[in-house]
């Protein structure tokens, strides 16, 4: 499914008037194509995010308190423990650190030129890795509502991955749009099948 884009259909601008769905979904639209960019949060959401702070602060020193016990005169048998434990300690460290980050600073940028589509997750205005692929009538953009498999785990404000828009086999969709809500996620999808010219 996964395409490279052609040379045409690479530029992206930055400076023509954006227009808004909604606080949190802007677009441009021009010969160029279409540029969608939708923010990881939404304003109201700063209280989520103190939270995750607070949470990595106290789980940080909660790893360097127990990791100071790997220096200390233990059983050889607690310090592989002690060990084992650190490894899952850093790896949810880092998640919900880049959780928060995205969260606060990210933006997912999707650029649609006829059926070929770029997605990518920006955070503070460094552009992330694009995806290019081409977007077919029969896996056109979905709303994923609440029901279908998976929903809830994407729902989460701790994740920092899929969303709740998609497009592509259904079951396996690359998905985006973190927590929109469904008014907005819907204007979304709408907009972008109307850019496909598919009715749904």
């Given at each position: ?23 949190r979904i802007g677009f441009e639209q021009s010969e160029e194509g279409l ?84 997605l990518r997750r920006d955070v503070h205005g460094r552009s992330g890795k ?71």
């Amino acid at each position: 499914m996964q395409n490279k884009k052609p040379k045409s259909a690479v530029e992206v601008t930055e400076n023509r008037p954006m227009k808004f769905i909604s606080e949190r979904i802007g677009f441009e639209q021009s010969e160029e194509g279409l540029t969608v960019r939708i923010k990881a949060s939404k304003p109201g959401d700063i209280q989520k995010l103190n939270i995750m702070k607070v949470w990595i602060v106290a789980w940080s020193a909660s790893g360097l308190l127990i990791g100071s016990a790997l220096f200390l005169d233990y059983p050889s048998d607690l310090k592989i423990y002690l060990a084992v434990f650190l490894a899952f300690w850093a790896y949810f460290l880092v998640k919900i650190t880049r959780a928060y980050y995205f969260r606060k600073y990210g933006i997912e940028t999707l650029y649609l030129n006829g059926d070929q589509c770029m997605l990518r997750r920006d955070v503070h205005g460094r552009s992330g890795k694009p995806y290019f692929f081409r977007i077919k009538e029969k896996n056109a953009f979905r709303w994923l509502n609440k029901q279908q498999k998976g929903a809830w785990f994407y729902d989460s404000f701790w994740v920092d991955s899929g969303g709740n828009c998609g497009f592509g086999k259904p079951g396996a969709e690359y998905r985006f749009g973190l927590q929109l809500e469904e008014t907005e996620g819907k204007a979304l999808v709408k907009m972008l099948n109307k850019e496909l010219k598919i009715t749904a």
